[in-house]
């Protein structure tokens, strides 16, 4: 299976547009430890959107304890799902919050049972996928996200064609 060797889908969108001639953020930035949260990521992330890759998604939903659920469908679509990784170090406390008093912050220190990621489904009109690759990321989309996707191509323009069993759908 081929998948995409770096996002394309934000090349035209506006947002992308403004950040101008930064283009290190069009890359899939390797799995790394965030902060001091003591987090790893589950996989390479989109150096723009923080999207789970296509490859890395299909990997840890082959776990059946990974959890997958939808988001709000604030854009009118189901535009991302959000994706729970078991943690490989979940028994390492680690920062997972904190309060804030007289501008001093007291960090609140804990488990945690999950990797919290997403993935966003414009990914799925990145170039670089072979039939094969594309076709097992829409097939467990649909088997564990419970959202059909097709990607067509209409005027030489990648459109994304999705259907879920009712509107606002979330698994």
């Not at 488990?111 to 076709?135: C, V």
């Not at 829409?138 to 009712?166: C, N, S, T, W």
Request: aromatic share 12%; hydrophobic share 35%; net charge neutral.
């Amino acid at each position: 299976m081929v998948f995409p060797e770096r996002p394309t889908c934000h090349g035209s969108d506006w947002q992308a547009q403004r950040i101008g001639s930064n283009r290190d953020v069009f890359v899939w930035r390797p799995p790394m430890r965030r902060g001091n949260e003591g987090l790893i990521d589950a996989g390479r992330t989109c150096g723009y959107c923080g999207s789970l890759h296509p490859e890395d998604l299909l990997r840890v939903l082959a776990d059946e304890k990974t959890e997958i659920g939808g988001a709000d469908w604030k854009y009118g679509w189901p535009h991302k799902f959000y994706i729970n990784v078991p943690n490989p170090e979940a028994d390492l406390v680690v920062k997972i919050g904190g309060s804030y008093r007289d501008g001093i912050e007291t960090p609140i220190m804990g488990k945690r049972e999950f990797l919290h990621h997403k993935f966003y489904n414009e990914h799925l009109k990145d170039d670089g996928f072979d039939d094969q690759a594309l076709n097992a990321v829409l097939a467990v989309l649909h088997l564990r996200g419970g959202v059909r996707f097709q990607v067509d191509m209409k005027d030489g323009e990648k459109i994304l064609r999705y259907a879920a069993p009712y509107h606002g759908y979330q698994r």
